[in-house]
């Protein structure tokens, strides 16, 4: 009977190792495939933004102010109205013409018109070709030449602000790609056109004011709106790509690994990295087109983990110091 039970106790735990052994076997080999997988290097285009915020704004702001104080007889133009130089937007009367029309109203029709002919009123002119963005008054209402009656834009740009840090990164004529917070489906194409010679103090960081020029204003383009600009810095065509996630960096420089084939140890690979966005990053030398890269992620290529004689969790085995 007690043989009977020993042998039933042998083969129990017969059992149990060779499951065990299985169900290591099959985490192992299900860690090794998520821990590791391949790629290859394609070829694309990539461009690297400097990204800065700023307001819409008129690139000349101009107010129309009457030459005279008096009353605003007749209004010609309206918000978002185009006008030309020289054209009437306004008519206005002085003080004394306004009390002399008045007068003439309480004696009948026939002697306002007689008033109104022999006594013009002023008009007020558009000095610059322009966009109406306020208009201040209505007819009827009191002025005086302090007052501004319409405000013009001769065009409306972005005005953003960039960190002294950043400010040598940015050049005339660079191209930008500008989003409106209120409308930010409409991707908007410009260019830098200015940057400011004199400094501000913001928050107690200096910065520098660049003026963005939209190539085409939308029609919901509103003087005001906060805008988020991307600048781009470097533009390629047709290079070399991998992810930035297969890219591993130590005191020699980047580096990436080679796949050697499955239950193989990748090899590090030098490669010479050129410009990046928050995915891809350019390959100048080390690999080809061919390639097979492996991306092992970072927490599997810790100081620790290498530093152990055997890791279970890294695919390729661990590594003796």
């Given at each position: 009977?007690?043989?009977?039970?020993?042998?039933?106790?042998?083969?129990?735990?017969?059992?149990?190792?060779?499951?065990?052994?299985?169900?290591?076997?099959?985490?192992?080999?299900?860690?090794?495939?998520?821990?590791?997988?391949?790629?290859?290097?394609?070829?694309?285009?990539?461009?690297?933004?400097?990204?800065?915020?700023?307001?819409?704004?008129?690139?000349n702001?101009?107010?129309?102010?009457?030459?005279?104080?008096?009353?605003?007889?007749?209004?010609?133009?309206?918000?978002?109205?185009?006008?030309?130089?020289?054209?009437?937007?306004?008519?206005?009367?002085?003080?004394?013409?306004?009390?002399?029309?008045?007068?003439?109203r309480?004696?009948?029709?026939?002697?306002?018109?007689?008033?109104?002919?022999?006594?013009?009123?002023?008009?007020?002119?558009?000095p610059?070709?322009?966009?109406?963005?306020?208009?201040?008054?209505?007819?009827g209402?009191?002025?005086?030449?302090?007052?501004?009656?319409?405000?013009?834009?001769?065009?409306?740009?972005?005005?953003?602000?960039?960190?002294?840090?950043?400010?040598?990164?940015?050049?005339?004529?660079?191209?930008?790609i500008?989003?409106?917070?209120?409308y930010?489906?409409?991707?908007?194409?410009?260019?830098?056109?200015?940057?400011?010679?004199?400094?501000?103090?913001?928050?107690?960081?200096?910065?520098?004011?660049?003026?963005?020029?939209?190539?085409?204003?939308?029609?919901?383009?509103?003087?005001?709106?906060?805008?988020?600009?991307?600048?781009?810095?470097?533009?390629?065509?047709?290079?070399l790509?991998?992810?930035?996630?297969?890219?591993?960096q130590d005191?020699?420089?980047?580096?990436?690994?080679?796949?050697?084939?499955?239950?193989?140890?990748?090899?590090?690979?030098?490669?010479?990295?050129?410009?990046?966005?928050?995915?891809n990053?350019?390959?100048?030398?080390?690999?080809?087109?061919?390639?097979?890269?492996?991306?092992?992620?970072?927490?599997?290529?810790?100081?620790?983990?290498?530093?152990?004689?055997?890791?279970?969790?890294?695919?390729?085995g661990?590594?003796?110091?």
């Open positions: 009977m007690r043989n009977r039970k020993w042998v039933i106790c042998v083969g129990l735990l017969i059992v149990v190792a060779i499951a065990t052994t299985l169900i290591i076997r099959a985490r192992q080999n299900k860690s090794s495939n998520e821990v590791i997988r391949e790629i290859s290097p394609t070829y694309g285009n990539i461009q690297s933004f400097l990204s800065i915020t700023g307001t819409g704004q008129p690139q702001r101009l107010e129309i102010k009457p030459p005279i104080s008096g009353r605003v007889e007749e209004i010609l133009v309206k918000e978002g109205q185009k006008v030309k130089v020289g054209e009437t937007i306004a008519w206005m009367s002085s003080t004394e013409r306004a009390a002399l029309l008045d007068a003439a309480s004696q009948g029709k026939e002697a306002l018109n007689y008033w109104k002919e022999v006594y013009k009123p002023t008009p007020l002119i558009a610059i070709d322009g966009e109406v963005i306020v208009r201040a008054v209505e007819p209402q009191t002025v005086t030449s302090g007052d501004a009656i319409i405000v013009l834009s001769d065009r409306l740009i972005v005005k953003a602000q960039a960190d002294e840090t950043d400010v040598g990164k940015i050049k005339i004529g660079q191209e930008a500008i989003t409106l917070d209120a930010p489906q409409i991707r908007i194409e410009g260019t830098v056109d200015h940057i400011s010679y004199e400094s501000k103090i913001v928050s107690n960081v200096t910065i520098y004011e660049i003026d963005i020029l939209p190539k085409r204003v939308p029609e919901v383009f509103r003087s005001g709106m906060s805008a988020n600009v991307n600048i781009i810095e470097a533009k390629r065509e047709n290079i790509l991998i992810p930035l996630e297969a890219v591993r005191r020699e420089g980047s580096f990436v690994f080679l796949s050697q084939g499955k239950g193989t140890r990748p090899l590090k690979q030098s490669v010479k990295l050129g410009v990046s966005d928050d995915k990053v350019e390959v100048i030398s080390g690999l080809g087109a061919n390639d097979k890269v492996a991306i092992v992620p970072e927490k599997y290529l810790s100081s620790k983990s290498e530093s152990s004689s055997s890791n279970p969790f890294m695919p390729f661990g590594r003796r110091r």
